[in-house]
């Protein structure tokens, strides 16, 4: 084929390309722990500890952040809603959360688990996806390692209810779909779901902006950071957030910690926790709980 042809053909193809819909370029594909959704190509390869104590090899489409790119459809304008536009607009997504099947978790979730708390939090925990008793309470971190955020949380001097929390996927990630009864049966959501669900967490961010966000766990940090570093590398800093989809009203801070079911697998990192956590509060001004 002349040269010119192909470079014709090239144009085209890459025209049509940006014209499409991620929606249009999901995989449906069977619903299997190891399934492959193909939102986002990929970049950089990782490997991480989930909260499920498997290794997670993940893939991210970008090695550095970048800036927002978008609209203002997405977020109704750029502005910081007020309580009752925020409400609405978190009941709207968390309605179009429900009936999400953007992705194969979709199809074996027994409730999706959009997030809950103070629509004007000033802080914001994000894990990486529910697990057992959260798919069945359609509640985020409500089972063990919930109970130790709760209790993280009241260590700063906060309530639950002061707070904001969610995950990366809103719907169990599971290594034996066919047998959701089963324990010991989470895993972490992987590289594809993540890019098909993001969307969602990046619109709860932008009606919701925090000032900070605290993400729990190598998956959540290395997604939310846009960096494939190991978590421990991660740690100990404040990364500006950028996000994909939509436009934040105001800059958000994000700082890496591990996740709570990690803190119960390993008792030891508590104290290195305990320190991300006192970053955050020293920039809220809070002073802990009294003793
Ligand atoms: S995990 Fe997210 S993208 Fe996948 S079905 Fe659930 S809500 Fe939709």
Redesign the pocket.
């Known amino acids: 084929m002349p040269k010119n042809s192909i470079n014709q053909l090239a144009k085209e193809l890459k025209n049509f390309l940006a014209t499409q819909d991620e929606d249009d370029l999901i995989t449906a594909a069977a619903s299997t722990a190891a399934a492959s959704v193909s939102c986002s190509p990929k970049e950089v390869t990782s490997k991480e500890e989930t909260s499920s104590g498997a290794t997670l090899t993940i893939e991210f489409r970008r090695s550095t952040p970048r800036a927002s790119t978008v609209t203002a459809s997405n977020t109704a304008d750029a502005s910081i809603m007020n309580t009752t536009q925020k409400q609405a607009a978190l009941k709207e997504l968390a309605e179009t ?1 429900q009936h ?8 074996t ?1 027994l409730n ?1 688990v959009p997030g809950e708390g103070n629509v004007n939090a000033e802080l914001m925990f994000v894990g990486e ?1 529910p697990g057992f008793d959260e798919d069945r309470q359609g509640r985020p971190f409500v089972g063990r390692a919930g109970q130790l955020l709760d209790k993280m949380i009241a260590a700063m001097g906060l309530t639950r209810e002061q707070v904001y929390i969610a995950n990366i ?3 169990h ?1 599971m290594v034996d779909p066919l047998h959701p009864d089963k324990h010991g049966n989470d895993r972490a ?1 992987n590289a594809g ?1 993540i890019a ?2 993001r969307k ?1 967490l990046e619109q709860q961010i932008a009606i919701i902006c925090p000032k900070y966000i605290v993400a729990l766990g190598g998956v959540s940090a290395k997604a939310l950071i846009a960096d494939a570093k190991s978590l421990g590398a991660l740690r100990g800093q404040f990364y500006d957030l950028h996000l994909d989809n939509v436009k934040l009203p105001r800059p958000v801070k994000i700082l890496a910690t591990f996740h709570p079911a990690a803190l119960l697998r390993n008792p030891g990192w508590k104290k290195d926790a305990w320190i991300d956590l006192q970053m955050v509060m020293d920039k809220l001004g809070l002073k802990g709980a009294r003793k």
């Open positions: 959360i999400c099947s953007r992705c194969p978790l979709g199809a979730r999706a996806g996927a809103k719907c990630p959501p779901e098909c669900c969602y």
